[in-house]
């Protein structure tokens, strides 16, 4: 499957998780591994399944990287109604209120353009006893099985 | 092949992600990451709040620039004792000063310097077993902390914390005993400008309401028309009134420092208000109002004959990032996106010189750390911890080298 992970970072955290599942991924499929801050709102591919892995910051805030994309796409409102994502959130339960609220803002988008979200949205809690890559790994699995379903294509 | 050689002095979060970005960028680069310290990560170690251990994860990618980008790591080096700046100017293609500021501003008025007058950065240090600090001074039941930045606010959770809201942090037994029997009754915190624009982030004021043993109040916090200053008074307003336990802790603004009071110790603190001059009664000041340098290394002169002091260009071939080169602001991702502008300037600038020897000018330094110590230290600074912590830090440096340099047996 061609497969793009998109990632919303701060401090760096969600970048290597994002280039942790692009190595895991790498010999079943085509993966490009790209920061949405290099992303435009015009530039999704429907052939693609999306990986979206994304931190949160200040008081439930998206983290910078992530910020100038979810601008771009609330103002430009790109048709995404033939796009298939799935999203992956980094966060501390420190901040209780606002937990994981970045990724919870980024697939509500994603989904007001139309895209069809794939599986449940998977939280790392930085606070708690998990490695991210220990869930994100079974949670990039599963997702990719579900969107090749979806797809018609072979996992 | 190398394609330059470049010493970063400082493994704190600036050099840290400095060297990330070199070597994502150029993979074949010699990167040393220098520090005075057996131990790496700079403040992620010693200044981020031993609760906050989410925020410390980061360390977690830079273990990976040693482990996997390459990176060395020479502990227990420090610049200007060890090794003189040009000593490794000589030897690197590139010298970068990643040093941060590690001494406490000095609070500039009359009685700063009686007894009872203690800095963040002394405190924390001594708090989170600091090789370099001291022992934990006595604050008495009333201490007052000048200062509204995150690191004041910081300061007030431990001070306020009850002995259960240190479960999984990093403390050690002898600052949770200090905290545990610190007597104290009352803190007062207290801010030279309106709430509105106080440096504190306001998720920080919010983490205030989970405190399970005290009773805050919050005075004079005024209102704004701005939505980002509301938003912050709304979150200190929020505070007033919580009561979970007898320790009490009161919020103050704009209130300018005149003088510390007393003869031989802290008595109290006289203020200039709006209405006139206000004396807060209290047993010991602590200062949380900014960092300088310490003076080991010249960056005064430095940075005033700085080349382009916001490109981090101190001279031909010599850089600097993070607090070292911005002052004592901004947390762990402003150093990142510092560094990584930082790492495009010096890969353009860069013109490699296969001659200079590189990290052979620290080959006689035999009492350095390199990273395989570390992780020595860190495997046994986790397989120690005590029940309800994550980590039992070694406070001593001649115990961290001890066990750098224990093989694995
Ligand atoms: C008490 C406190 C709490 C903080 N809490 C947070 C937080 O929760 N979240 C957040 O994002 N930010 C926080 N910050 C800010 C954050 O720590 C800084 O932004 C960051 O550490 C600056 O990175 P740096 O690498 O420039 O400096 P530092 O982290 O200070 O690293 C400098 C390194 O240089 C070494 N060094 C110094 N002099 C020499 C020498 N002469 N030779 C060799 N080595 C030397 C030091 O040992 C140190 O390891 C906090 C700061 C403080 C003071
Ligand atoms: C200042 C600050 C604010 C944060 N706010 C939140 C928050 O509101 N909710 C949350 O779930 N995590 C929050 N976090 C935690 C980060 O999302 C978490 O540390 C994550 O691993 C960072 O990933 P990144 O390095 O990719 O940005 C915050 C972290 C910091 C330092």
Redesign the pocket.
């Known amino acids: 499957m061609k497969i793009t992970i998109l990632y919303g970072t701060e ?1 760096g955290n969600a970048e290597m998780l994002a280039e942790d599942i692009q190595s895991e991924l790498e010999n079943d499929h085509e993966v490009d591994c790209l920061n949405l801050s290099d992303m435009g709102a015009g530039d999704f591919d429907p052939s693609r399944f999306y990986l979206l892995v994304c931190s949160t910051y200040g008081d439930g805030e998206l983290p910078a990287s992530a910020q100038p994309f979810a601008e771009a796409v609330a103002a430009e409102k790109p048709d995404l109604s033939a796009i298939k994502f799935a999203i992956f959130g980094l966060g501390d339960s420190e901040y209780e209120e606002t937990f994981n609220f970045g990724p919870k803002t980024l697939a509500e988008l994603m989904q007001a353009q139309g895209a069809t979200q794939i599986g449940e949205r998977i939280a790392h809690d930085a606070s708690g006893p998990d490695m991210a890559e220990d869930l994100a790994f079974p949670w990039a699995e599963a997702v990719i099985s579900e969107a090749a379903e979806a797809m018609g294509e072979d996992a | 092949m190398s394609t330059g050689k470049i010493a970063i ?9 400095l060297a990330q970005s070199l070597l994502k960028a150029a993979p074949e680069l010699e990167v040393d990451l ?4 057996p ?11 031993a609760d ?1 251990q989410g ?1 410390k994860a980061v360390a977690r990618q830079f273990a990976r620039v040693f482990d996997r980008q390459g990176a060395e790591f020479h502990g227990n ?6 090794v003189t700046l040009e000593a490794l100017q000589g030897a690197y293609d590139a010298v970068v000063l ?5 001494n406490d501003r000095p609070l500039d008025v009359p009685g700063a310097a009686l007894p009872g007058v203690w800095g ?2 002394l405190i ?1 240090r001594a708090l989170y077993d600091h090789p370099d600090a001291g022992t934990l001074p006595d604050l008495g039941p009333r201490p007052l902390i000048v200062g509204n930045g ?2 004041a606010i ?2 007030l959770r431990l001070l306020a914390k009850q002995p259960e809201e240190l479960e999984g942090s990093d403390l050690g037994p002898v600052a949770t005993d200090w905290l545990t029997q610190s007597g104290i009754e009352e803190i007062t915190i207290t801010g030279r400008s309106p709430a509105a624009q106080a440096k504190f982030d306001t998720v920080m004021i919010k983490e205030l309401a989970k405190l399970s043993g005290v009773t805050i109040h919050v005075e004079g916090a005024g209102s704004s028309e701005d939505a980002a200053e509301a938003k912050k008074i709304e979150a200190v307003l929020a505070l007033n009134g919580h009561a979970t336990g007898p320790r009490r802790v009161t919020f103050r603004f704009g209130l300018a420092p005149l003088a510390v009071e007393g003869d031989d110790h802290v008595t109290g603190m006289r203020f200039k208000t709006d209405a006139g001059e206000e004396t807060l009664p209290c047993t010991s000041v602590l200062t ?1 109002i900014g ?1 300088c340098a ?1 003076g ?2 010249p960056r005064d002169a430095l940075l005033a004959r700085a080349q382009d002091i916001e490109a981090g260009v101190l001279a031909p071939g010599l850089y600097a ?6 002052g ?8 990142r996106a510092d560094a990584q502008a930082l790492a495009s300037r010096i890969l353009a600038d860069l013109t490699p010189d296969p001659a200079k020897p590189g990290r052979a000018v620290l080959a006689d330094l035999d009492a350095r750390v390199d990273y395989a110590g570390w992780t020595r230290i860190d495997a046994h600074e986790t397989a120690t911890a005590p029940e309800g912590r994550v980590r039992a830090k070694i406070a001593r440096r001649e115990e961290m080298l001890r066990r750098a340099r224990e093989e694995e047996s």
């Not at chain 2, 002095?9 to 992600?17: D, E, L, N, Q, T």
């Not at chain 2, 131990?39 to 709040?49: I, K």
């Not at chain 2, 990032?321 to 911005?326: D, I, N, P």
């Not at chain 2, 004592?328 to 150093?335: C, D, L, S, V």
């Open positions: 401090t | 002095v400082g493994a704190g979060p600036s050099g840290c992600f220098i520090d005075r310290l131990v790496p990560y700079g403040l992620v170690r010693y200044g981020v709040a906050h925020t080096v420090t610049l200007g004792a060890d990643a040093a941060g500021l590690s963040a950065g924390t995150n690191v910081d300061l949380a960092f310490d080991q290394l990032t993070g607090w070292f080169r911005r004592p602001r901004g947390t762990i991702p402003e150093n």
